[in-house]
């Protein structure tokens, strides 16, 4: 569980600094779709950190929790509604649909947050595993519906704009976050949603994790297919932030996967996971500079510059 919080955590952060570093580097005519984009980032950073919080909760935590998990079904609302718009804004259509989302929404997470025992009677918190009771009545299936909307509309956007551009690389960027989107929303509804009902929570975190994929998938339309147009200094910040974390996380999956397997299974404990971690941020973070000292040392070597320079 160490792991996945670890996981959770790292991929927030690398999702909420993305969203920052997309709005102050986009330029003038992409900022409002640049800004729907720091506000999925930022709602996607409080949904994966609820959900942290939730799965590591204690009894004695029982007084703040309800208050993560009003956030953690409040947030899924707003992530999509900010997909939706960063998508479609440029549209009229867009943008209607756009507002009809985001009242709807709005409407629901008031609901949430005044009368959340119309969603779910309670939350228990045990050595086990933590659970919510879920009350299935309207306002839960209400909920259902708001996202067996919104997760078509999407789709059926980007349909028609891959449809209705004539450019390969619009096309490419389109079809790329449509299949992410589609694959990371279906286990979504899996392990968030359905699986919920029939008493299993422990694996919630599903859902987060298969956000990363949408999230990446955006990261690679904006580098490869320039999705949005960012300043030159700020892509390169934005490339490097992107590579660096994500090789961390590949790093960290690996690292615990041979650590169970050369102790039978057992799992690393969270000092061991953290320094772990600090250790290849550090050591990514260095690269630069150890391959100037490596030219360095190879010019005193051989005698002559090296030819990379």
Do not use: C
Not at 51 to 68: M, N
Not at 71 to 91: G, N, R
Not at 239 to 244: E, G, K, T
């Amino acid at each position: 569980m160490q792991l996945i919080v670890i996981l959770l955590a790292v991929v927030s952060i690398l999702t909420f600094l993305s969203g920052v570093i997309v709005f102050f580097g986009a330029t003038k005519g992409d900022k409002i779709r640049s800004l729907w984009f720091l506000l999925a980032a930022t709602f996607a950073t409080i949904w994966m950190t609820s959900i942290s919080i939730f799965l590591l909760a204690e009894p004695s935590w029982v007084g703040v929790i309800d208050w993560h998990v009003k956030w953690t079904f409040v947030s899924a609302i707003v992530i999509d509604v900010a997909f939706l718009a960063y998508i479609a804004w440029k549209e009229k259509y867009g943008r209607i649909i756009t507002l009809v989302f985001a009242i709807f929404g709005l409407i629901v997470s008031a609901l949430i947050f005044a009368r959340p025992e119309l969603l779910y009677q309670e939350v228990i918190l045990a050595k086990t595993g933590n659970s919510v009771v879920m009350n299935i009545g309207p306002l839960y299936y209400t909920y259902i519906a708001f996202f067996g909307t919104i997760v078509p509309a999407v789709v059926i956007t980007l349909l028609k704009q891959f449809f209705k551009t004539k450019s390969d690389r619009k096309r490419g960027g389109d079809l790329t976050i449509m299949i992410s989107f589609v694959l990371s929303s279906g286990l979504t509804l899996i392990a968030n949603l359905i699986l919920p009902l029939f008493g299993n929570w422990s694996t919630i975190w599903l859902g987060p994790l298969a956000l990363s994929a949408t999230i990446i998938a955006f990261y690679y339309t904006i580098l490869r297919y320039r999705a949005l147009n960012l300043a030159s200094i700020w892509l390169k910040i934005f490339s490097y932030i992107v590579i660096v974390a994500s090789i961390a996380i590949i790093y960290m999956i690996i690292f615990s996967l041979i650590f169970a397997a050369l102790f039978r299974g057992s799992t690393p404990s969270i000092e061991v996971i953290i320094l772990n971690f600090i250790m290849i941020l550090v050591f990514l973070l260095l690269m630069p500079a150890m391959n100037e000292l490596m030219s360095f040392i190879r010019s005193l070597i051989t005698g002559q510059k090296d030819s990379n320079k």
